[in-house]
Structures are given as C-alpha cells and as structure tokens.
C-alpha cells in the first residue's frame, strides 16, 4: 500500500522541551491496535461520538486496521513515539458508482484535543485520499460534537444535512450529520 508519512514539530510543548514534542505522521499497521484502543475505548464507554456500545477488542482492532488499509488510508499521528490521534478513510458505498467518495474518520486522545492534532491528521488523511483519486469526502459525525463541526467546517467541509433520531445510545436518541467537502485535484 502506497502512503503518507509527514513529520511536523510544533512551537508549543507540554514537556518543555524547547523544540516541542516530535510529531509524526504515519501509516497504521495492526501492532497500533493497543495504541488506538486506548484512544477509542473512552470515547465509546462515555461518549456518543461513537455509536458502537462496547469497545472493539485488540485483536478485533487489528482486524479493522488490516481491512482499512487493505484499500485505504488510516494514519496515526505519534507525539515523541507514542500515538495521540488516528484518521482513516472508508468506502462510502459499496456500489460501483461512489467509488471516489470516501468517508472520512478521525479520533484524538483526550489530552491532545484542540492541539492541533486532528487538524495535522485529517490534513494528511485527506491530502493521501485526493492523491489516490478520491474526489469527495464525507464526514458522518454524531451530534451534538461541536469540536468535530468545528473542525470539519474549518478544513471546508460543508452540512450537507442531519438525520435526526438515528441513533439510540444511553438511552437518549442523537442526531448524525453529514458534512461533505470537494477534494482539490492533486498536482
């Protein structure tokens, strides 16, 4: 599988260190699974961001990665050699004709939120999935979630439209929005 690797260093550090924290951007292979977890597991057992009940198990992760990247991109994003973020791209139908459409997912860790992190991810995600012929994507978000609105609509994605009362998680119905962007055509 052909991919991205990017490497950025931010000015602002958690560990003081003057030059920050190295940041890199890279495939994930299924060795992430435990990494990935740790980010995943919390926002599915305490949030409805994620409409998924249970956590996946690590070996059911390492399956998802394989498949992903069997066809499509999913990169993580390592601050100083541990994983804070993970983005990935999916078909968005199985039909023939939304073969250049995909949907678009990203995560961070909690304490890496509004760091920029998810900007850096979905940056790469979406420069890899344009440079691989993708011509739209999607971004399905659970609402309410205004950090994922807020940085969806800053990278140009548009509200296509919300379904409301799709989904039914601790005991309450949400809503799930569709934001769509028009990727530019790579060089």
């Given at each position: 599988m ?5 490497s950025?260093?931010?000015a602002?550090s958690?560990?003081h260190?003057?030059m920050?924290p190295r940041l890199?951007i890279r495939?994930?292979?299924?060795a992430?699974?435990?990494a ?6 919390p ?7 994620s ?13 998802r990665?394989e498949?992903?990247?069997?066809t ?8 100083d050699?541990?994983?804070v ?5 999916t078909e968005y139908?199985?039909?023939p004709a939304?073969a ?6 990203v995560?961070v860790?909690?304490?890496h939120?509004r ?5 850096q991810?979905m940056?790469?995600?979406l420069?890899?999935v344009a440079?691989r012929?993708a011509?739209t994507a999607?971004?399905?978000i659970g609402?309410p979630?205004?950090?994922?609105v807020s940085l969806?609509e ?5 509200h296509?439209g919300?379904i ?7 005991e309450r119905?949400?809503?799930?929005g569709?934001w769509v962007?028009?990727?530019p055509?790579?060089?």
């Open positions: 052909a991919g991205t690797v990017v950025a260093n931010r602002r958690c560990n260190d003057p920050g890199n495939n994930a292979r299924a992430d699974a435990v990935i977890l740790e980010i995943y597991a926002i599915v057992r305490d949030s409805a961001i409409f998924e009940f249970e956590p996946p198990s690590e070996s059911e992760m390492a399956d990665i498949r992903v990247t069997a499509d991109p999913w990169l993580v994003l390592e601050s050699g541990t994983i973020g993970y983005a990935y791209a139908r199985s039909r939304y250049a459409t995909r949907e678009t997912t995560y860790h909690a304490d939120r760091s920029g992190a998810g900007r991810l940056t790469a995600l420069t890899e440079r012929g011509v999607v971004a399905v609402l979630n205004d950090a994922s969806h800053s990278l140009g994605f548009v296509a919300t409301h009362r799709v989904a039914r998680k601790f119905w949400h809503d799930e569709y962007l028009t990727l055509r790579p060089l």
